[in-house]
């Protein structure tokens, strides 16, 4: 897999600036269109198959194609076997890949392949681990990203501790449980029930295991390293949120274990300083926690891991969000941070029943806003500020934009080619408006899908510029250009804009070429079920004292879309692709999903080449199987009948063969491996060649129909 580093000036935070910020200068105009681009629609020609094939043999291939890998079956005999095998993983991988839950099999044989030499250390890892923790062990080797399992300062044992601390805390409280699940097919999940407040009564709720792992389980909260080592006083946030607190400052336990439910469903604004009372819901603990705890603002070196902030109790927005993220999830409360990074604002949101909702703690001993969309200061909620973006930062470091939550909006529709006009992947595309301090910086940032498309929901009335960045090329060329392609956004509209970078993408290098007119032997039958997968995208993670280190770290976005390349080659040929010299192809097509079929018209052995070569990040999860099929026509030893349009047999004479007809006919004969050897459109008596001694096939055919018989010429 290629990795691509993003490049761009970073801005450490001042007196004034709460959020790093990458600044840009324009270079160009090339505004974006009202009316999306018109994408080219490719389609195969199909024709009627009425042979009536017997199956022979079948083969199966489950899992991720990794890394622009392949592999290759051939008919051996009767048989289908590799000719070219995928990357395998070790022994010990395999076991724990096949006692994962079925749901995280895919993401985790990805996952150990990207982990290489360390594989069995992480299988191990699961194997040992208590099995009421092991889909969250899972879960966070599949999502931490392999640059951070793998670099030196990280401690493994913080994959355990964190899902113990989980269903540890689970016993403290009284408005959320834990529950599990497991059934026949070899999947098994857990999540979490939560009671709260609907309308009169108290009800319970449970939530989707997706939002349970990826927003409550996950071990980072953005940008910071997942650490439990004496720099953040040897524990995991989970563990010293809870349990810790310094003299003078209230104990997150000491309150929460009151709370009777999550939340009473209601917008609201809390008053600071407000004491802690009984019936008190989990939010407003939580708020009132963070609050007193950070009550002063930021000074001095402004850190990012929470158990620092809870320390040194003073902070901006960047500081209470983090904190006041990482107690809502220490108390197994779904929340992620939210980014107005244009603007320097940051705060949260919640999960509740589909939705999640705006939660935060105002700088300086503040309020506590829950529900409440004015967080923004955007001009519709009655605030100074028209905002560019937004965007939420899931914990893998995935981004999407929730502007629409906070201001009017409009939409912008991405498209990245290559000078081919194939779709390039993985794309870091990223969007930049006039900053809140002057100049041109990052609004959000998106990362093409397998079509080659990303989106965003964008502020109205405002300027916005883009750059495209791959590992093929980028648009503008130099890291600190971008062009314009907004201009005055309005409210509704929706914009579209196609960039083709300057340069090619990886991809198999063959031509087509096909049979001269032959006999159908084999067929090969490839069944490749819907196509989903993985393309991945990066973020910068700090680390060490003073959050000095950077770490690029990559996450894996799943798509229910995809596709795979398909090609059938002979021997030499694919000795030609193994050696990565150019190939010919009998036949090549790239599907999503459906049923291919090649017919095989000689006795030559035969590869079908399944490959993931022409991207830059997607791992497509495949289902695929191959059939093979005979002819039942060819290969066997039988008396020779009569068939129309034939008025008599064929016979042998004198090494030629004899047909009477008394209907036009184009007559072809084959040698045994299915090379024509003669080609006739009259009906005539005599098929007048040299023939040795041996099995041939004569085939006639009229405007109504086609027949096959056997001859054989003896001397």
């Not at 670099?151 to 601390?165: H, K, M, S, V, W």
């Not at 890291?479 to 005055?488: H, K, L, S, Y």
């Not at 393309?535 to 990559?554: A, K, L, W």
């Not at 990565?580 to 999503?592: D, E, L, R, V, Y």
Request: aromatic letters at 14%; a negative charge.
């Amino acid at each position: 897999m290629v990795a691509t580093l993003l490049m761009f000036t970073l801005v450490l935070p001042s007196q004034h600036v709460t959020v790093p910020h990458e600044t840009y200068r324009c270079v160009g105009r090339e505004l974006a269109t009202e009316t999306p681009p018109e994408l080219p629609v490719i389609s195969y020609p199909r024709y009627q198959d009425t042979i009536p094939w017997v199956l022979v043999d079948a083969f199966t291939f489950t899992g991720p194609l990794m890394d622009s890998a392949c592999f290759a079956v051939y008919n051996d005999e009767g048989s289908i076997a590799y000719s070219v095998s995928p990357p395998t993983l070790s022994s010990l991988a395999q076991v724990a890949v096949n006692y994962a839950p079925l749901r995280f099999r895919n993401e985790l044989t990805a996952a150990f392949h990207r982990l290489d030499t360390l594989q069995d250390y992480y299988a191990a890892l699961i194997l040992n681990t208590t099995l009421k923790y092991v889909d969250e062990v899972i879960f966070q080797i599949c999502c931490i990203g392999p640059e951070v399992l793998t670099y030196p300062g990280f401690d493994p044992d913080l994959i355990t501790r964190n899902a113990e601390l989980i269903y540890e805390i689970d016993d403290s409280l009284q408005y959320a449980d834990i529950v599990d699940y497991s059934f026949p097919n070899g999947d098994y999940y857990s999540t979490v029930e939560y009671r709260i407040i609907d309308g009169e009564d108290s009800m319970w709720v449970e939530l989707p295991p997706d939002i349970y792992y990826h927003h409550l389980v996950h071990p980072i909260i953005s940008d910071e390293f997942p650490d439990m080592s004496a720099y953040v006083y040897s524990q995991f946030w989970r563990e010293y949120l809870f349990y810790e607190a310094d003299s003078g400052y209230p104990t997150l336990v000491d309150h929460i274990k009151y709370a009777q439910v999550l939340w009473d469903g209601q917008r609201i604004v809390l008053p600071s300083n407000r004491p802690f009372v009984l019936d008190d819901h989990a939010l407003d603990i939580i708020g009132n926690w963070t609050t007193r705890t950070v009550p002063w603002a930021a000074s001095g070196n402004r850190p990012i891991q929470p158990n620092i902030i809870a320390h040194e109790h003073n902070g901006n927005c960047g500081e209470l969000q983090d904190l006041l993220c990482a107690a809502a999830r220490t108390c197994l409360i779904p929340c992620v941070c939210v980014m107005d990074v244009c603007e320097d604002h940051v705060w949260c949101e919640f999960y509740d029943r589909g939705g999640l909702y705006p939660y935060q703690v105002d700088l300086g001993f503040g309020v506590t806003h829950i529900a409440d969309t004015s967080v923004a200061y955007d001009e519709q909620y009655g605030g100074s500020k028209r905002v560019s973006a937004i965007f939420d930062w899931r914990s893998d470091g995935y981004w999407w934009t929730v502007t629409n939550t906070y201001s009017n909006t409009c939409s912008l529709y991405v498209y990245v080619y290559d000078l081919m006009g194939r779709p390039i992947d993985g794309a870091a595309v990223t969007i930049s408006s006039e900053y809140y301090y002057g100049g041109i910086s990052t609004s959000t940032r998106a990362w093409t899908d397998p079509d080659g498309m990303c989106s965003f929901a964008l502020g109205d009335l405002r300027n916005f510029y883009a750059r495209v960045t791959t590992p093929v090329g980028s648009y503008p060329v130099n890291p600190d250009e971008v062009i314009q392609i907004i201009e005055n956004s309005q409210s509704g509209a929706n914009y579209y804009k196609a960039f083709y970078i300057d340069n090619y993408l990886p991809s198999l290098r063959f031509t087509d070429t096909t049979f001269t007119d032959s006999l159908a032997l084999h067929k090969y039958e490839v069944i490749v079920e819907p196509i989903r997968g993985q393309s991945s995208g990066n973020c910068v993670t700090r680390y060490g004292p003073g959050d000095s280190i950077r770490v690029y770290r990559s996450f894996f976005e799943e798509y229910e879309m995809g596709n795979i390349d398909v090609l059938f080659i002979d021997d030499d040929n694919l000795q030609d692709y193994v050696a990565g010299i150019p190939f010919k192809a009998h036949h090549a097509q790239t599907t999503s999903g459906g049923t291919l079929e090649f017919i095989v018209h000689d006795s030559a052995t035969y590869h079908c080449l399944i490959a993931n070569q022409d991207v830059i990040y997607y791992t497509p999860f495949c289902d695929i199987t191959v059939n093979l099929y005979r002819n039942p026509a060819y290969g066997i030893e039988e008396d020779i009948v009569a068939v129309s349009p034939a008025r008599t047999l064929p016979t042998i004479f004198n090494q030629r063969v004899l047909v009477n007809f008394d209907v036009p006919s184009r007559v072809r004969l084959y040698e045994i491996s299915g090379r024509c050897i003669y080609d006739s459109h009259q009906a005539i008596p005599l098929i007048d060649c040299e023939l040795s001694a041996g099995v041939y096939f004569l085939r006639t055919t009229t405007e109504t129909s086609e027949t096959i018989n056997k001859c054989i010429v003896v001397r």
